[in-house]
């Protein structure tokens, strides 16, 4: 003996209270079904599909009714099936938008729960989600001109409400400042250009700013990412396209590897050569707290500074949009005293050792008896001797140099022989 039909599933659940809806029906032993009813009406028509499926169109109705299959072996179970009322749009909102598409619009009606497809015209919408029964939001797709928006649920398609496609130019840039930054990114850009109101997003080449602010339709301010030394494009994205790209710098932090000379005089003046890498666009160069007295990029790996007043030993450092560099030292040397000389006259031909005493002697570089450098022994920074050079009967100034200057000067007395 045959088994009665049971129907398992309906899809959909859902149709148009006018009918029509085509219907699915899934279960088993549909085989030689004689009639399928939606409440106490027959389907408009049917298909007996297989032993397990039969399509059906739906009449007519109202409210949630029982569809039932009937076959010579009896009347099957009953699966609900609701008659939903056609949605209905009353505004969208915003109900203009770019050609490009991209605009989320906010669709408000009725009876829009189960939406099944939400169109701009003829296309359907990139994407849309039912918020509520009287609510949905949808992503235009691209498109043109003016286009009816439209919802299709269980119970039907909705009617129409405009929206209009504007061609809206691309955002353009026309500057970035600063043009560089350090690699780690961090730092706050303005950028100028026009059409920068409706900006969604502003990219360093591939990576997406930290975060950015639209100020106007002519300025955003944004955050750098970080980044690999070098060149990048920023660009900008609004409703019209993507901009031009202007270019911006990622700029290693600058190192310093030496100092030529390594130390001056307290009173500064002196120029010293920077040695490095990452120095161009050098906006510093600082000896310990104080900036340079002047300063010259040579290149990215050379820098020259005149060296401002200072005392002791200070660290050099060298400040770019990269950041600051590591300190190499920078010794101020105090300007050499002379305070006696011990003899302070010996014969006219060299030889004789001359004691030299004062303060500021460790780093004499040189000792000279009027023009002519003599060899000379620091002893400390209070004592040096010196060999005084030949020269003629009379006396002479005695001077030390160091790096700090020159020192003051005390004479020397050259005695010829008796009778010459």
Do not use: E, H, K
């Not at 290149?299 to 949009?321: C, D, K, L, M, R």
């Not at 000389?341 to 780093?363: E, I, K, M, N, Y």
């Not at 100034?397 to 003051?408: D, I, L």
Request: charged share 0%.
């Amino acid at each position: 003996m045959a088994s009665p039909p049971v129907i398992s599933s309906v899809s959909p659940a859902a149709g148009s209270p006018g009918g029509g809806t085509p219907v699915t029906l899934t279960g088993s032993n549909f085989t030689q079904a004689t009639a399928v009813r939606f409440g106490p009406n027959y389907a408009l028509s049917y298909t007996v599909v297989s032993g397990t499926q039969i399509t059906a169109v739906a009449p007519a109705g109202s409210g949630t009714v029982q569809i039932t299959v009937t076959t010579p072996a009896g009347t099957s179970n009953g699966v609900a099936f609701g008659y939903a009322a056609a949605p209905t749009l009353t505004a969208i909102s915003p109900a203009s938008g770019p050609t490009a598409g991209g605009t989320t619009v906010t669709l408000t009606g009725t009876n829009l729960l189960g939406a099944t497809a939400v169109r701009f015209g003829a296309v359907n919408a990139t994407s849309f989600t039912v918020v509520s029964a009287t609510q949905i939001t949808a992503v235009a797709p691209a498109g043109s001109g003016t286009v009816q928006v439209t919802v299709t649920g269980p119970g039907g398609t909705s009617n129409g409400v405009s929206y209009a496609y504007v061609a809206v130019a691309a955002p353009v840039l026309t500057s970035v400042s600063p043009g560089q930054g350090p690699v780690g990114g961090g730092n706050t850009v303005t950028l100028s250009g026009s059409g920068l109101t409706g900006v969604t997003a502003v990219t360093f080449g591939s990576t997406p700013a930290l975060s950015f602010t639209v100020v106007s339709a002519t300025q955003i301010t944004a955050v750098a990412p970080p980044g690999a030394a070098g060149p990048v494009q920023i660009t900008v994205i609004g409703p019209g396209g993507t901009s031009n790209g202007v270019t911006y710098f990622y700029v290693g932090v600058p190192t310093l590897t030496g100092a030529s000379p390594a130390q001056g005089p307290t009173a500064g003046g002196t120029t010293v050569t920077l040695t490095g890498t990452n120095l161009l666009g050098a906006t510093a160069v600082r000896f310990g707290a104080v900036n340079a007295t002047s300063f010259t990029v040579v290149s990215a790996t050379q820098i020259t500074a005149v060296a401002p007043p200072g005392s002791g030993t200070v660290q050099i450092t060298v400040v770019t949009p990269g950041g600051t560099s590591n300190g190499v030292p920078y010794t101020y040397v105090p300007t050499p005293v002379l305070t006696s000389l011990s003899p302070t006259q010996g014969p006219l031909d060299a030889g004789t050792t001359v004691t030299l005493f004062g303060s500021g002697l460790t780093a004499t570089s040189s000792v000279v008896f009027g023009s002519t450098p003599a060899s000379f022994t620091v002893v400390s920074d209070t004592w040096v001797t010196a060999i005084a050079p030949s020269g003629p009967a009379g006396p002479v100034n005695v001077q030390v140099n160091t790096p700090g200057g020159s020192s003051n000067s005390l004479v020397y007395t050259r005695v010829g022989p008796p009778g010459i």
